[in-house]
């Protein structure tokens, strides 16, 4: 048998002891760590509509409306259709000739519910969040949004709510609805 060979079947044998003894002696510990800081949160709505501007986006006007108090959406110039959100085209002609309307600022709530735990991520400090559906007075429309004004507990399906328009920390802008009264009354 060559040389080479036996040295190799020696090393072969070898190796198991080998690689026990370069084996490092590691000790478990369980070391009390300090959770980490706690970060303010900094975001207040999913990014449904990340971009705002009109570099970005061709229904920049809706936030730039919104800023100024009005709540806006883009309307089919021919078949008349009420769209929402706004877009650039419509659904139902395929037309790009749309124009803004104005839409009504009040409503009545026909359904909400209320997020207790499993925030989203960056949403955690703000449970819980109350959400719902909300039937414009005057517009076809049924709307979904965040509510705000009152306790998720004490809120009631046909309540008046008003859309609020707010800012958020980043500099963008967005709408929410604000219960407007305690009473309830019959959505018509
Ligand atoms: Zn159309």
Redesign the pocket.
């Known amino acids: 048998m060559p040389a080479v060979a036996v040295a190799k079947r020696r090393a072969k044998k070898r190796a198991p002891k080998r690689a026990e003894a370069a084996l490092p002696k590691i000790e478990l510990r369980a070391e009390p760590t300090a959770p980490p800081p706690k970060k303010p949160a900094t975001l207040t709505l999913l990014d449904f509509f990340p971009q705002e501007e009109s570099q970005q986006t061709r229904v920049a006007r809706f936030f730039t409306e919104l800023r100024a108090g009005r709540f806006m959406t883009t309307r ?6 009420l769209l929402w959100p706004p877009r650039v085209t ?6 790009e000739e749309l124009e803004w309307v104005e839409l009504p600022q009040r409503g009545h709530l026909y359904a909400f519910s209320a997020l207790l735990a499993g925030a989203p991520l960056g949403m955690e400090d703000e449970l819980p969040i109350t959400v719902g559906l909300v039937d414009l007075e005057g517009a076809p429309l049924r709307l979904f949004g965040r509510l705000v004004g009152a306790p998720w507990n004490e809120i009631r399906v046909g309540e008046r709510v008003r859309v609020e328009p707010y800012d958020l920390p980043d500099g963008r802008v967005f709408y929410r609805f604000h219960v407007e009264s305690r009473s309830v009354e019959k959505p018509t």
């Open positions: 089919c110039a021919k078949d008349k259709k419509c659904p139902q002609c395929h037309t």
